[in-house]
């Protein structure tokens, strides 16, 4: 069974930074993808990024192009969300998901990523 624990969320003023972390356990192959979303209050879930493990392609949410960053550490089984420049547009509980194979949009779609962390709080000021 695959778990998934997030890490790194906080209070941070309008400019600042955070990094969330990801970690990934119970995967049988080295060969999925990792997808970051977010849910503010009163509004529905939304795809953030998504990168996949084995190749490293991402893709981003076009309101957070150029400000948040994925990556992977697979040698800790760990996937990065680099936030700068954050916005209080931005506050959310920030979750973390699993699908065993990248697909190239498909991930934005409910029911595509197969087990979900329980999330982890940004809150940014303005």
């Known amino acids: 069974e695959v778990q998934l624990v997030e890490s790194g969320g906080g209070f941070v003023q309008a400019g600042g930074s955070l990094k969330l972390s990801c970690s990934v356990s119970g995967f049988s192959y080295n060969d999925y993808a990792i997808g970051w979303f977010r849910q503010a209050p009163g509004k529905e879930r939304e795809a953030v990024s998504c990168?996949?493990?084995?190749?490293?392609?991402?893709e981003y949410l076009e309101a957070v192009k150029g400000r948040f960053t994925i990556s992977s550490d697979n040698v800790e089984n760990t996937v990065y969300l680099q936030m700068d420049n954050l916005q209080p547009e931005d506050t959310a509980v920030y979750y973390c998901?699993?699908?065993?194979?990248?697909?190239?949009?498909?991930?934005?779609?409910?029911?595509?990523?197969?087990?979900w962390g329980k999330g982890t709080l940004v809150t940014v000021s303005a």
């Open positions: 990168i996949s493990i084995s190749d490293d392609r991402a």
């Open positions: 998901a699993y699908a065993p194979i990248f697909m190239s949009k498909m991930w934005k779609q409910d029911g595509y990523m197969t087990a």
